[in-house]
């Protein structure tokens, strides 16, 4: 049991966290471009500079281009409030955001960093959110970035681009391409944010020799990508990966010419029969048309060539990803059992129909590792391997590459801990340890969600944001008076540091399930 600490969660704290409001003191700061104005935490113990350009407007003849350099000012620039949030519909229910709402103009980036002279060299932390590459921003309330600056590190948070406007491929910009490639400019966004902290993170008292870039879903898919493209070699020396990676069948990167023949039917179907008509079209209108169903078109990373010479696990299988630190997992219930049964009722036989229909002739082999002897077998082991086919496998399989073949310690994790049903639905079943419940609880975020939080989860909160800046600060979670977390190896049993109100580390589990998986033909 984590030692407990006394607890309060007050409506005033929660309200600082949704409206971003507490800043004091204004503070300045010179970067490459120019002088930026930012404020301080309410405290005074945080320096927090908001809304930061770290590449160009991607708008008119930049659409569809990777990110250019940012135009230098005069004077002071005000750095105190969220920049717009890249377009992006109406996607996932929890998010929220505190930006002025969807534009092209959206490169901005945000620095959390320590009230100190500036000639330090903290170590610096930069999170890449998730959103299926197709929602996300920085302005939500679980990830800010003040309490983890106050354990001795700077923290960065960019928007990149996403969906048709950050990963659409097309012939006409493959052909207008220095390097022959299209697509991948959400993932380019990223990459130039990371320059852009070693070019200017010092004036903010960061070391840009002490970076380690970490995100959640598609923020960690975004890390595996990082990890394996020659662009972004040098430019961080450790990662944290929260539930995902390019590894299976989820997110799968296609090819150049998939992606640009996908891009094809998306113009046609605009009646934009040129690159400029394309490029004309108001933002709105190219959003809206992606929400309509369009068969066969989707809009998400690819092997271009250029950012991704090829597909991410020949990179690692290779050995040619960065050879760099690595802590990653997944939470416990990432998965629906609904993802399997579909509409029919969750009972043994379905479950084996289910299998049956989904595999063929490997079915058999599914069956054993998710057994369904009972109903409530059944309903657990649908869940669990919905989980694993959308992350868990691939998250596992990551950390095998990179344990295999990247010359670094790898370190293990799996979130455990199911959080509280609000007080408002004292009777709703819980959740368990679902997708993205991690986050509030990296960034001691807990305030952000209006939850009848308990004293166990705010000391798991202080527990793995500890973990997390120990790993930036090091390469390891490990500090005296923690639970001791062991490097991920055959020899020690492949241990995963278990996340929960009793955090402890222990053999791997499930080895057989993800092995049998990785044998198994790629889905269509």
Not at 30 to 58: C, H, M, N, Q, W
Not at 210 to 229: D, H, L, P, R
Not at 358 to 363: F, K, P, Q, R, V
Request: negative net charge; glycine residues 8%.
């Amino acid at each position: 049991m984590i030692h407990t600490r006394k607890f309060q969660t007050t409506t005033l704290l929660a309200l600082a966290f949704l409206l971003g409001v507490g800043a004091q003191a204004a503070v300045q700061v010179k970067i490459d471009a120019g002088k930026l104005e930012g404020t301080t935490s309410a405290d005074s113990k945080v320096r927090i500079f908001k809304g930061i350009p770290y590449a160009a407007p991607p708008v008119g003849e930049l659409r569809w281009k990777p990110p250019q350099p940012v135009a230098h000012w005069k004077g002071v620039r005000q750095a105190t409030a969220f920049g717009a949030r890249c377009m992006q519909g109406n996607v996932y229910s929890d998010m929220i955001f505190r930006d002025p709402g969807p534009s092209e103009d959206c490169l901005y980036l945000n620095v959390w960093t320590p009230d100190v002279s500036g000639k330090e060299r903290l170590p610096v932390m930069v999170w890449i959110y998730g959103g299926g590459f197709s929602a996300g921003a920085t302005s939500e309330p679980r990830q800010d970035g003040e309490v983890l600056a106050k354990k001795g590190v700077v923290v960065v948070s960019m928007n990149y681009r996403l969906g048709v406007f950050g990963f659409f491929s097309h012939p006409e910009l493959t052909q207008e391409s220095a390097h022959h490639a299209s697509g991948n400019y959400g993932l380019m966004d990223q990459t130039a944010a990371l320059e852009w902290v070693r070019k200017n993170i010092a004036a903010f008292g960061g070391d840009p020799a002490k970076v380690t870039i970490f995100g959640e879903s598609a923020g960690s898919f975004s890390v595996s990508a990082q990890m394996a493209s020659p662009l972004a070699q040098g430019l961080f020396r450790s990662a944290i990966g929260e539930s995902g990676a390019f590894f299976s069948d989820t997110l799968r990167t296609r090819s150049l010419g998939a992606s640009e023949e996908s891009g094809k039917k998306f113009a046609a179907s605009l009646g934009a029969d040129s690159l400029a008509a394309l490029r004309a079209k108001p933002a709105d209108e190219l959003l809206q048309a992606t929400q309509k169903p369009h068969p066969g078109i989707r809009f998400a990373p690819n092997v271009d060539g250029y950012f991704l010479p090829e597909d991410v696990a020949s990179i690692y299988a290779s050995g040619k990803q960065s050879h760099i630190p690595l802590l990653a997992g997944w939470n416990a219930d990432e998965g629906s059992s609904d993802a399997i049964f579909k509409d029919d009722e969750p009972t043994a036989e379905n479950f084996v129909a289910a299998v049956r229909a989904l595999y063929g002739a490997n079915a058999d082999g599914i069956l054993k590792v998710y057994p369904s002897v009972t109903d409530e077998q059944a309903d657990r082991s649908a869940q669990d391997l919905a989980g694993d086919r959308s992350i868990a496998f691939s998250t596992w399989k990551w950390i095998e590459m990179q344990a295999a073949t990247g010359g670094s310690p790898v370190y293990r994790y799996e979130f455990d801990d199911a959080p509280p049903a609000p007080d408002s639905d004292p009777g709703e079943p819980s959740r368990g340890a679902y997708h993205s419940a991690e986050i509030e609880f990296v960034f001691e975020a807990l305030a952000s969600k209006n939850l009848p939080w308990r004293p166990d989860d705010e000391d798991l909160s202080d527990l793995i944001s500890s973990y997390w800046t120990n790993f930036a600060k090091t390469g390891d979670p490990n500090a005296p008076g923690l639970p001791h977390w062991p490097v991920y190896t055959k020899d020690a049993g492949f241990p995963v540091m278990h996340l929960s109100a009793n955090p402890h580390a222990a053999a791997e589990e499930h080895r057989a399930r993800y092995e049998l998986l990785q044998t198994l033909p790629p889905r269509p």
